[in-house]
């Protein structure tokens, strides 16, 4: 069933939280990056990497706005301390999307629900507060802290919106994918993941994971990813069949290609990538620092390095 996902004129992309930041780098078209200086002194405070995902996205469209938060990062420090560096607030916001239930995607929770104007609602997959496990290939098998429970966001009187399928948002301008299929041979989820049910340890295929999609037109589709547990290329090819729009304008979030056992995934990634020929791509977070110089030197006219503080404005 194609989903009526109506376009807009223009799509803001703040990176609140990410793993790099780099207050040197240059704005470019598109592409702006937080000021070196204020009053012509450079300022004393600088936003703050950490290894979580946190990005605000506002879509415009014949004169209204919307504002949409994917993920609050590992901690509720660097949101906070992010968001008073760079002069913004999150005071539109009306829906948050949590991408997955794993920490560094929602460590944030808590302090964003007692800080974030009400009403708002929070839409997640129903799985997103299970119990997981990561084992090591030592064999041993640690624990992810709880960071999305129920009993929380009930207490703090938010919309809850629990949905494998996919979710219209911001009035019809953000589509949230919901389960995302996986359709591609080599995108496999991530080795190791495993959870709790009803007291038995069994393989985590992370089903949680789900992506947020803008649409520009014809330019085409703004495919913003929360790690891509589903596959960065499953994520894009079920956003193109949810929408009937074909084209993809950009891939930005992260695409999950870190650590030896995900590595071989980069060559495939990147084929599959070219087929799509999207006009950016921003790898962020969980993609790695090999995947990322790979998009880098096979995408040089799309790449963009995501930095801390960046705003991506796509028109």
């Known amino acids: 069933m194609k989903h009526k996902l109506r376009p807009v004129d223009r799509v803001e992309i703040l990176i609140l939280v990410d793993n790099y ?83 560094d995607h929602s460590g944030g929770l808590e302090w964003l629900l007692k800080s974030v104007p009400k009403p708002v609602r929070i ?74 049910v009803e007291g038995e340890v069994v393989q985590d295929p992370i089903h949680d994971d789900q992506s947020i999609v803008a649409n520009l037109g014809e330019k085409g589709l703004v495919v913003i990813s929360g790690c891509a547990h589903s596959g960065i290329i499953n994520s894009a090819l079920y956003a193109r069949e949810l929408t009937g729009q074909s084209r993809i304008h950009s891939l930005v979030g992260g695409f999950h290609l870190t650590g030896p056992a995900m590595e071989p995934l980069i060559g495939p990634t990147v084929e599959e990538m070219k087929k799509l020929s999207p006009e950016v791509v921003v790898p962020m977070h969980c993609t790695g620092s090999t ?7 096979e995408f040089p006219d799309a790449f963009v390095l995501s930095s801390v503080g960046t705003n991506l404005v796509f028109s």
Not at 39 to 62: F, K, R
Not at 148 to 162: A, C, M, N, P, S
């Open 21 to 103: 930041v780099d207050i040197l780098l240059p704005s470019s078209e598109g592409v702006q990056r937080p000021r070196l200086a204020k009053d012509g002194e450079i300022c004393t405070e600088t936003p703050v990497a950490e290894h979580g995902l946190s990005l605000l996205v506002t879509v415009h469209v014949n004169g209204e706005s919307h504002s949409v938060l994917l993920d609050s990062g590992y901690n509720s420090f660097t949101l906070e301390h992010n968001l008073r560096v760079l002069g913004r607030d999150l005071g539109n916001v009306d829906t948050i999307v949590v991408s997955h239930g794993h920490m």
């Open 123 to 196: 839409i997640l997959h129903p799985t997103a507060y299970v119990q997981r496990y990561l084992t090591l290939p030592t064999g041993e098998r640690i624990r992810f802290p709880l960071t999305v429970r129920k009993e929380e966001l009930q207490q703090e009187g938010v919309e809850i919106v629990e949905s494998v399928e996919p979710i219209l948002a911001a009035n019809e301008t953000v589509l949230v994918t919901g389960q995302v299929p996986r359709v591609t041979d080599f995108e496999k989820g991530m080795p190791g993941a495993v959870m709790d």
């Open 291 to 297: 995947a990322v110089q790979r998009f880098a030197a």
